[in-house]
């Protein structure tokens, strides 16, 4: 098992700027990929960012796209999304997901969650 804690949410003003964290342990030997999801108040749950086992490919929805930034620190077994420039439609649980395997590819499905940290960004 491997388990994901993530940390780094909280309230922030749009045009502002947060850092997730999420640290894996557990059974961590790698390789695997590592990914943030989203879920709004009554809507389901979105990729957001993937990265690879070596951290030189990245994915990202469109909508983030030039704001946000997905990164890993193997040695850490940590990984991290700086988001700038948030806006109000930012405000969702944000979950870090990790899957056995080198690289990020669409639909992929995560073998772990983490419980999620809150991101509110406030007009």
């Known amino acids: 098992q491997v388990q994901l804690v993530e940390s780094g949410g909280g309230l922030v003003q749009a045009g502002g700027s947060l850092r997730l964290s999420c640290a894996a342990s557990?059974?961590?030997?790698?390789?695997?990929?590592m990914g943030w999801f989203r879920q709004a108040p009554g809507e389901e749950r979105e990729f957001v960012a993937g990265?690879?086992?070596?951290?030189?490919?990245?994915r990202y929805i469109d909508s983030v796209k030039g704001r946000f930034t997905i990164s890993r620190d193997n040695a850490q077994k940590t990984a991290y999304m700086q988001m700038n420039s948030l806006q109000p439609e930012d405000t969702a649980v944000y979950s870090c997901?990790?899957?056995?395997?080198?690289?990020?590819?669409?639909?992929?499905?995560?073998?772990?969650w983490g419980q999620g940290t809150q991101v509110t960004v406030s007009a």
């Open positions: 997901a990790a899957a056995y395997g080198t690289q990020w590819y669409a639909g992929l499905m995560p073998n772990y």
């Open positions: 990265i690879s086992w070596s951290g030189g490919t990245t």
């Open positions: 557990g059974r961590t030997f790698g390789p695997y990929v």
